[in-house]
C-alpha cells in the first residue's frame, strides 16, 4: 500500500509519512462504529450535548497548535486557520445547544383522521455514516458533519484527503479524546480506491462527500448501487454579479475576499464576476488593482493575504486554464502567472477579462486565486451569465434596488443567495447546492436531519 505524505505547500518539504491502515485496521474501526451506535444512544441528549461541549472546549484550548498545522498542511494564511479552528469549536456548541430541538417530531392533532390514538414523527440515527472529506478546511469540513451526526446518535467514520493526514489523525482523535465512546467517531488512513468497498460495508448506512465533481461521481453511484443515503456538496463556479445601484467600495472590497480567501481554494469561492456596462469599467480598475495589491507568501506570516496551491498538481490546473484562456484571446487585467518566489506552489492573483465560450475557464472551475470578469448589458443578461453555469452552488448579487433583489432571489439557480454580501456557511444556516454542485443539505436543522431516519409511529 502506498505511503500517504504531509507536504508543506509553501516549500514542498516532506512534513510526515503515514502507511495507509491494513485491512485489518479499518475492519477494527468499523466494528468499533457499529459498537459506539447503541452505546451513543444509552449516552442520552444532555451527556451527548455534553460531550460535544468539552471537545469544543478542547479543539479551542489547541487553536495555535491546530491553525498552525492547518497552515503548514495545506498553506492557508494563518489568520483563516485560526478563524476555521474557532468557527468549527463554535458550530460545535450550536449542535450542543440546538440538536434535541431540531429532532423533536411532531404529534398529530387530531389522529382520529388517521384512525389512531396518537400518531407522531421522530427523528432516529441511520448509524455509520462514511465522511469522505476534502483538504481545503481540513478541521470545519469534518466538524460541519460530525457534531450534527454524533449529537443525533449516529458514529462516523473519516477518510480524510490524503494531502492532510496530520489534520486527519488530529481530528479524528479529537472526539475520542473529549470522551465519547470508543470509535464513535474515528479517522482511516486509506486511499480513494479502497473507499467502495468501505460504502459497500453492511454496518455503514450513509456516505456524505465534499470533494470535486469526479469524486461526487463515483461515490454516489456506489451509493446509489447499494441503496444508501448520500449528500454530495460538490464544486461551484459561483456568480458575483454587480448591478448599478450597488455600493462600488464595498463591493470590490468584498469581491477580493471573496475571491481570495482560502487562497482561492473554497467551493464558494465567487469566481465569475459579472458587472453591468454602467459600473464595469470603474470596477475592473478598482477590482484589478485591489488584487494586484495582494500580498503573496509565506502564509505563517500574518501579514501575508495568499498563500501557496495547496499541491503542485494543483498549481498546474490553474496555469493550464489561464494559458487556455490567454491563447484563445482573454485579456489579462493582472497576474497570470507563478509567482517568483522561488519554493513552493504560489500563484499571482489574477483577474481575467474577455471571456468566451470556447475557453475552458468559461465553463470550469478555477480553484485557485483567478477571477473571471464579464460584462453584462442589463439585469437580465448578468443573471442568464450565471444561470449559464452547470454549477449552482453560491451566489452573490449587489445591488440596493427592492425589485432587483426580489428577482434575483428567485431567479438565480444556486443553494443561496447573498445580497450584498459573500456566500459564506453558516451553522445556522443550510447549505448545498443544485445542478452539478451535487444534492442533499450541511448544517442547520436540515442537515442533522439528513442522516435520520424519519420515522412515522401510529397508535390504536
Known amino acids: 500500500m502506498a505511503a500517504i505524505r504531509s507536504i508543506n505547500p509553501s516549500t514542498g518539504l ?74 468549527s469549536a463554535s458550530s460545535m456548541r450550536y449542535y450542543a445547544d440546538n440538536a434535541r430541538e ?70 479524528g482523535e479529537l472526539f475520542t479524546r473529549a470522551g465519547f465512546p470508543e470509535g464513535a467517531f474515528a479517522t482511516l488512513l486509506i486511499g480513494s480506491r479502497r473507499v467502495e468497498a468501505v460504502i459497500r460495508d453492511p454496518r455503514v448506512a450513509a456516505v456524505t462527500l465534499t470533494g470535486s465533481e469526479g469524486a461526487g461521481r ?23 454579479i454587480v448591478m448599478p445601484s450597488a455600493d462600488l467600495e464595498a463591493a470590490v ?25 454602467d459600473v464595469y469599467d470603474e470596477f475592473a480598475r478598482r477590482f484589478a488593482q485591489a488584487m494586484d495589491a495582494l500580498v503573496v507568501g509565506d502564509p505563517a506570516d500574518p501579514t501575508v493575504d495568499v498563500g501557496p496551491l495547496a499541491t503542485e498538481s494543483g498549481r498546474s490546473d490553474i496555469e493550464e486554464l ?41 465553463s470550469e472551475e478555477a480553484f ?26 453560491g451566489s452573490a448579487f449587489w445591488s440596493n434596488d427592492p425589485e432587483e433583489i426580489a428577482r434575483a432571489e428567485r431567479e438565480i439557480e444556486a443553494g443561496a443567495v447573498f445580497v450584498n454580501g459573500m456566500t459564506i456557511s453558516y451553522a445556522q444556516l443550510p447549505f448545498g447546492g443544485i445542478k452539478r454542485s451535487g444534492y442533499g443539505r450541511e448544517l442547520s436543522k436540515e442537515g442533522i436531519r439528513e442522516f435520520c431516519n424519519l420515522k412515522t409511529v401510529w397508535v390504536a
Open 368 to 393: 485557485g486565486p483567478v477571477a473571471s470578469l464579464y460584462r453584462a448589458a442589463s439585469f437580465d443578461e448578468a443573471v442568464a451569465i450565471a444561470n449559464e453555469s452547470e454549477f449552482g452552488l
Open 102 to 171: 431540531f429532532l423533536t417530531g411532531r404529534e398529530l392533532d387530531d389522529p382520529s383522521v388517521v384512525g389512531a390514538s396518537a400518531a407522531r414523527t421522530r427523528f432516529d440515527p441511520l448509524g455509520v455514516v462514511l465522511a469522505v472529506m476534502p483538504w481545503n478546511y481540513p478541521i470545519w469540513q469534518v466538524v460541519r458533519f460530525a457534531a450534527p451526526a454524533l449529537m443525533a446518535g449516529n458514529a462516523g467514520i473519516l477518510k480524510h484527503a490524503s494531502n492532510v493526514p496530520q489534520s486527519a489523525v488530529y481530528i
Open 218 to 240: 463515483s461515490i454516489g453511484a456506489t451509493a446509489g448501487d447499494v441503496l444508501k443515503k448520500a449528500v454530495l456538496e460538490l464544486g461551484g463556479s459561483d456568480p458575483f
Open 14 to 87: 516532506e512534513r510526515a509519512v503515514y502507511e495507509e491502515d491494513s485491512d485489518a485496521v479499518v475492519e477494527q474501526r468499523l466494528a468499533a462504529a457499529a459498537a459506539a451506535v447503541p452505546a451513543l444512544a444509552a449516552l442520552g441528549w444532555d451527556r451527548r450535548a455534553e460531550l460535544m461541549r468539552a471537545a469544543a472546549d478542547l479543539l479551542e484550548s489547541e487553536i495555535d497548535d491546530v491553525a498552525d498545522l492547518i497552515t503548514a498542511e495545506m498553506g492557508k494564511p494563518i489568520a483563516q486557520s485560526r478563524a476555521e479552528v474557532a468557527k
Open 253 to 277: 472590497e468584498t469581491a477580493v475576499k471573496a475571491r481570495t480567501t482560502n487562497n482561492g481554494q473554497a467551493c464558494i469561492n465567487a469566481k465569475r464576476f459579472i458587472v453591468h456596462d
Open 322 to 362: 489561464v494559458e487556455d484562456a490567454r491563447a484563445k484571446g482573454a485579456a489579462i487585467l493582472v497576474g497570470g502567472r507563478r509567482s517568483d518566489i522561488p519554493v513552493g506552489w504560489f500563484y499571482e492573483p489574477t483577474v481575467i477579462a474577455d471571456l468566451t465560450r470556447d475557453m475552458r475557464l468559461y
